[in-house]
């Protein structure tokens, strides 16, 4: 996907590698770059559809696939940019996409599949209407 194309519900954070993130080698850890994923993640909820509004819904985004292609190192206290927008949402699935950039040069990309469960059923549910509707105003503009 070139730099271009849309992302709705694009969220940007930065990242710096700190020295509990890396291994011996002095390069980030590939499970950190999970916890990256988890935390840009949270970010998209919080702008549209927070937890506190999904408690109240009774239902909750669940991680089904996780991907993710390492394509250069990051090493201790360098920078990377992480961005994460969701790329296809379906009836009752979604999927985001991710990538973290240093200088305009990809480290790496994500793509994470998921769906909303009924918090008391633990059964799939269709994705929110608030969601939604943001996710097409968005893929439309």
């Known amino acids: 996907m070139s730099m271009s194309e849309e992302k709705p519900l694009l969220v940007e954070m930065n990242f710096r590698a700190k020295t509990y993130d890396v291994d011996y080698a002095g390069i980030v850890h590939n499970a950190v770059y999970i916890r990256w994923l988890e935390d840009l993640r949270l970010q998209i909820m919080d702008e549209h559809y927070q937890v506190e509004d999904q408690f109240v819904d009774n239902q909750s985004p669940v991680l089904a696939k996780t991907e993710i292609r ?17 790329s296809k949402l379906g009836k009752a699935r979604w999927e985001v996409q991710a990538t973290f950039t240093r200088e305009d040069l990809i480290i790496a990309s994500a793509l994470q599949t998921g769906y909303f469960i009924d918090l008391k059923a ?8 608030a969601l939604r509707e943001k996710w097409e105003a968005e893929s439309k503009s």
């Open 70 to 86: 390492y394509r250069w190192p990051l090493r201790l206290f360098e920078e990377a940019l992480g961005q994460m927008w969701v």
């Open 122 to 129: 633990y059964r799939p549910v269709r994705i929110p209407v």
